[in-house]
């Protein structure tokens, strides 16, 4: 078997107990890359340079004796919202094509600590911004499944570089499915954390109240091992969760029985793909072979939660995008005569469709006589949708639902009609308007062999049992081992 | 010409006096090389979190609990959107709807008139940086130095009703300010700064004439002239029969003219809503309860007690309490040597003055307290005249030597005997024929003549007491 291949676990295990040194990772990863690269196109920069440097450091350490972390000498590439000091970061956008930050994401620190090595920034739909990377204004990443068709976003290239093997691993950020939704299109594991469990300082916001950084892996334990390493309270992001430090690899357990799983079955029956349907209702009798219990739950708001996330999600990002003026860094239109039409122009030339789009919508949504009408109902509606789950969550253990009604789709279909492309997400939003983590796993295969997501949604700051359910339903059901052919 | 009533609000911006920004460990310290205090989050580097400094909040609180404001126990703080190139992160992070200080008021005093100012509100906000037009190539750039500095801004009620009232409110504020040790209040170096917003209306007219808004004036006499200079104006306008518009105003104070810069319909629409970076601000009662008893005593009630414990007149207790360095050097000396009046009389008059001329303030000058005292001591002892004391104290404050050690290098003790005293009484009266007939006619002018000559006889030195007793004695003979 190829290192390239391997999991988080197997290639941290493989390094430590010498079997295997960082260098011969590297090649593998990077002469992979050069082989599948060109047709999927996952990156917007490769930091072979760096990333072979710092193995060489670890590489000293870990023959001195050292312990390197729990990571060490793993590659990871990094969604390009996630500021790496002295690596570019672009977030797909014109805007941002030579952003340098002088600055680390506390994520990027924790995994550096960890042992991780940066192999490269991975593309996305500007800001984070979309449901099929194609907002990028950078370079079209291709599903490594169909390279005719969508990786899904807005963590597209996380998930397409994960599902074909060019990264062993991935960090992607959810705001309201971008991770989700691609690891469902790509046959990988996503896995979106409570909000304020994982440090936002230093990814690039566009909604803050929403947004997320999560792992893209190849496995259930591996996203354990990546929530182990970037969880935790940070004093540079107030919104971050002062709890106890766990240890998720402890839920990696093949054991469900007794498990209550609640099913939403009138929150799914709209315009969900018959294959989908069909993959859904199997896995729900895996899991109930397997001794769970399969709950039927109400959740009477949910439905409401696109339109919510629209609302909160634009204010947030017209403010959030603000600082893109064209004054201190970033685009800056050539010609102007004048303050206003430096800050025009440049923010013409610099932001793509569905940037303008969502700043214009926030922009209305705050503006004054509309902020009640908007902003104030949706944050009422989001109460609304908190309470929901928390009802839910008194009669069971963790929620299953599709990550996604459709499965991938081909470049152009739904570019023309964003509202269409808007409801690939009305599984996945909900579960960022109420904060809570969720998990999608490889739940199957439609009949033109494009992968199905199976996603789990637990109550807050409860990673241990969704991860124990969605590690055993990938144990006993093993579509994650299935690569596409690239 | 009808009579018009003038309404008043002021809008105070007071930088805190913390160590660090507002939501960063970034230095406030005034006056350093542009840029180089500043860092990825004060300059709003994409990615990067604001975390509120606790200063702030116990500064404003603090200031709060000052102007008998009811402090929240639950405040949140907002984004105020709007484009501008010294504000980097294109919005300001301030407070809307909930803010920490709410419903205060304090007393003022105009023409021996006291009068209430009701304070709207008080809240935390951060500063925007600062720009700088390069006069030779024509560019503007930008110093980001100041950039989410801490400031508090205190909304009056618009209770006033005349500049007087406004400068004298501005003067309150000023002196709690100091007091409590949280502003350096330098005006001029724009770490105190107001808007003043102002109508007039016809007296007798219940409705409030249209408002107008004059930003950032940072010196008192800028706020007496452009609140002048818009009575002014706006009465000129009425008088014309014109309409005055709600519009944001700059005053040039060197013109002594005030101009619109924009009008309400060119306002910005701010698009307030809550800061989704930072949690509400929630305080305890004991927490607001431990800085209410952590308060020093504020100006008003150290006032009352100079008029109390020291018997001052109202006027000097009034002009010693206005600034806490004054006071507590007052106060200091007073310990010293036991003389509270002529301590005041000392800092109101020439110290004062000295002080004004030099620019300095009274713990910046070379007479420590103890030194001030002393020479009090040797007035009251009779060791120098008042007269000499003042020639001593001139060289005290250039020299910053003691009073003793000038009295004695330059000869200065006065000369109380009797018969030495006597002596030059003589000489003078018998060289000043003229002057003693006057006296006897009754032109009491002579008396002082006389004196005068005793002592410019004793280069000053002869004690005054003693020289009127001993003329009086040969006159009245």
Known sequence: MELYSLTVSEIARKIKEKEITIKEVLDSVYNRIENVEEKVSAYVTL????AYNRATKLQERLDNGEDIGIMGGVPIAIKDNICTNGIKTTCSSKMLENFVPFYDATVIEKLENAGAIIIGKTNMDEFAMGSSTENSAIKKTKNPWDLERVPGGSSGGSAAAVACDIAPCALGTDTGGSIRQPASFCNVVGLKPTYGLVSRYGVVAYASSLDQVGPLTKSVEDAAILLNVIAGKDEKDTTSAD?????????????????????PTEFISDGINEDVKKAYEENLNTLKELGAEIIEIKLDYAKYSLPTYYIIATAEASSNL?????????????????????????????????????????????SSGYYDAYYKRGQKVRT???????????????????????????????????????????????????????????????????????????????????????????????????KPNV | MKDYEVIIGLEVHAELSTNTKIYCNCTTEFGADPNTHCCPICTGMPGTLPVLNKKVVE????????????????????????????????????????????????????????????????????????????????????????????????????????????????QALKSILEYLDICDCKMQEGSLRCDVNLSVRPVGQKEFGTRTETKNLNSFKAIQNSIEFEI?????????????????????????????????EEANDYRYFPEPDLAPIVLSDEYINSIKESLPELPNVKKERYLKEYNLSLYDANILTMSIKTANYFENVVKKCNNPKMVANWIMGDFARLLNENDISIDESKISEE????LIDLIDKGTISSKIAKTVFEEMFNTGKEAKQIVEEKGLVQISDEGAIKEIVEKVVENNPQSIIDYKAGRDRALGFLVGQVMKESKGKANPGLVNKLLLEILNK
């Open chain 1, 384 to 482: 609304l949708i908190i309470d929901d789950f928390k009802k839910a969550f008194e009669k069971c253990d963790v929620i299953a639902i599709p990550t996604t009604p459709n499965t991938s789709f081909k470049f152009g279909e739904k570019t023309s009609n964003p509202l269409e492309m808007y409801l690939e997400d009305i599984y996945t939003v909900p579960v960022n308007i109420a904060g809570l983590p969720g998990i999608s796993v490889p739940g199957g295969f439609d009949k033109n062999g494009m992968p199905i997501g199976m996603q789990f949604i637990s109550k807050a700051f409860d990673e241990e049992n969704l991860l124990q359910v969605a590690y055993t339903f990938e144990k006993n059901t093993g579509f994650n081992m299935k």
């Open chain 2, 371 to 374: 030194n001030l005292a002393n």
């Open chain 1, 322 to 366: 603000g600082r893109y003026d064209g004054i201190r860094y970033g685009h800056r239109a050539k010609d102007f005569s004048s303050l206003d039409e430096l800050y025009v122009k440049s923010r013409t030339e610099g932001f793509g469709d569905e940037v303008k789009r969502r700043i214009m919508l926030g922009t209305y949504v705050l």
């Open chain 2, 59 to 170: 500064y404003a609180v603090k200031m709060g609990l000052a102007t008998n404001c009811k402090i929240a126990n639950f405040s949140k703080q907002d984004r105020k959107n709007y484009y501008y190139p010294d504000l980097p992160k294109a919005y300001q992070i301030s407070q809307y709807d909930l803010p920490l200080c709410e419903n205060g008021h304090i007393d003022i005093e105009v023409d021996g008139k006291k009068k209430t100012i009701g304070i709207t509100r008080i809240h935390i906000e951060e500063d925007a940086g600062k720009l700088i037009h390069d006069a030779y190539t024509g560019d503007t750039l930008v110093d980001m130095n100041r950039c989410s500095v801490p400031l508090i801004e205190i909304v009056s009620e618009p209770d006033m009703r005349s500049a007087k009232e406004a400068v004298e409110y501005m």
């Open chain 2, 232 to 264: 002014k104006r706006q009465i000129e306008v009425l008088e014309n029969g014109g309409t005055i518009y709600q519009e944001t105003r700059r005053f040039d104070d060197a013109k002594g003219e005030g101009y619109a810069m924009r009008t309400k």
């Open chain 1, 243 to 263: 709890i106890p430090k766990k240890d998720y690899l402890k839920s990696i357990k093949d054991d469900i029985k007794g498990k209550k799983i609640g099913v």
């Open chain 1, 47 to 50: 930091t072979k340079e760096q």
